[in-house]
């Protein structure tokens, strides 16, 4: 039995080429896009990944057009919707990472409703990243720990307790980082938190991406020897 990543982050990129390959808009794409989280949040789940981080909307993502931003809100608020009851049957626990502040107050409403009575015992913590940047959260991480320690010295600042500042606080780092849609880049996602990761590249694009691509992924990190620096993991 292949022992999974504790936690799999992934860039979901390639909606809008999907879309475009077919003559379609790209707002099909995005929905087609969000149709698939569903089941890969069950196949994690079910495989033992115990936290799985989709990266929905970046810091930089604002820089599309007005209209597809909205599409994009939208989809947003309808997975909130529809999903949320579901979820927790299923023993899902949401939270949401990034700076929701300059989202739509009915979007900020919902987020805050899904993020209200967490679960005791998750099956799996499903973060989506939505307004994030990891530039971002490193720098709100430092504001939030002066804000715990007025006037204290940056010197008590250390590798081991920044982690917990970080909208990932808890959580182990990621142990595998999937790209999908050909790109070769991390594009602001997790720096602090994907600092050890195995990087998986595929060129399928986010609506494609199955069960079955998954398990690929999941197979592939399996054969790496991580070594964290030393001369083997053994
Ligand atoms: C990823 O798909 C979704 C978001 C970034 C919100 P894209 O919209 O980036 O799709 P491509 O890269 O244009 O194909
Ligand atoms: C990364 O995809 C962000 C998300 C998947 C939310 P982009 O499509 O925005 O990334 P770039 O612009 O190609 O780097
Ligand atoms: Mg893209």
Same mark, same amino acid.
């Given at each position: 039995?292949?022992?999974?990543?504790?936690?799999?982050? &992934?860039?979901?990129? @390639?909606? @809008?080429?999907?879309?475009?390959?077919?003559?379609? %808009?790209?707002?099909? =794409?995005?929905?087609?896009?969000?149709?698939?989280?569903?089941?890969?949040?069950?196949?994690?789940?079910? $495989?033992?990944?115990?936290?799985?981080?989709?990266?929905?909307? %970046?810091?930089?993502?604002? *820089?599309?057009?007005? #209209?597809?931003?909205?599409?994009?809100? =939208?989809?947003?608020?309808?997975?909130?919707?529809?999903?949320?009851?579901?979820?927790?049957?299923? @023993?899902?626990? /949401?939270?949401?990472?990034? #700076?929701? +502040?300059?989202?739509?107050?009915?979007?900020? *409403?919902?987020?805050?409703?899904?993020?209200?009575?967490?679960?005791?015992?998750?099956? &799996?913590? $499903?973060?989506?990243?939505?307004?994030? =940047?990891?530039?971002?959260?490193?720098?709100?991480?430092?504001?939030?720990?002066?804000?715990?320690?007025?006037?204290?010295?940056?010197?008590?600042?250390?590798?081991?307790?920044? =982690?917990?500042? $970080? +909208?990932?606080?808890?959580?182990?780092?990621?142990?595998?980082?999937?790209?999908?849609?050909?790109?070769?880049?991390? %594009?602001?996602?997790?720096?602090?938190?994907?600092?050890?990761?195995? /990087?998986?590249?595929?060129?399928?694009?986010?609506?494609?991406?199955?069960?079955?691509?998954?398990?690929?992924?999941?197979?592939?990190?399996?054969?790496?020897?991580?070594?964290? @620096?030393?001369?083997?993991?053994?």
């Amino acid at each position: 039995m292949i022992h999974p990543p504790q936690h799999i982050a &992934i860039i979901m990129d @390639g909606n @809008g080429r999907w879309a475009k390959k077919r003559h379609l %808009s790209r707002t099909v =794409g995005h929905a087609k896009g969000a149709a698939v989280v569903r089941d890969l949040v069950k196949t994690c789940a079910d $495989l033992g990944v115990q936290h799985l981080t989709l990266y929905a909307f %970046s810091t930089e993502n604002w *820089q599309r057009p007005i #209209d597809e931003v909205s599409t994009i809100m =939208g989809l947003f608020i309808q997975y909130l919707e529809k999903e949320m009851a579901n979820m927790r049957t299923e @023993g899902v626990h /949401l939270q949401v990472l990034g #700076d929701v +502040s300059r989202f739509p107050p009915d979007l900020q *409403q919902r987020i805050r409703d899904a993020q209200a009575d967490p679960l005791a015992q998750p099956k &799996i913590t $499903l973060n989506v990243a939505a307004n994030y =940047g990891g530039r971002w959260d490193i720098v709100q991480a430092v504001q939030a720990w002066q804000q715990a320690h007025p006037g204290a010295d940056a010197a008590q600042l250390t590798v081991d307790n920044f =982690g917990q500042y $970080l +909208s990932t606080a808890g959580m182990p780092d990621v142990d595998l980082l999937i790209r999908t849609g050909g790109e070769f880049r991390i %594009s602001n996602f997790l720096l602090w938190q994907a600092a050890y990761a195995e /990087l998986y590249f595929t060129d399928t694009l986010w609506p494609d991406f199955d069960a079955k691509e998954l398990q690929k992924a999941i197979a592939w990190f399996a054969d790496r020897d991580r070594r964290f @620096g030393k001369l083997s993991s053994k």
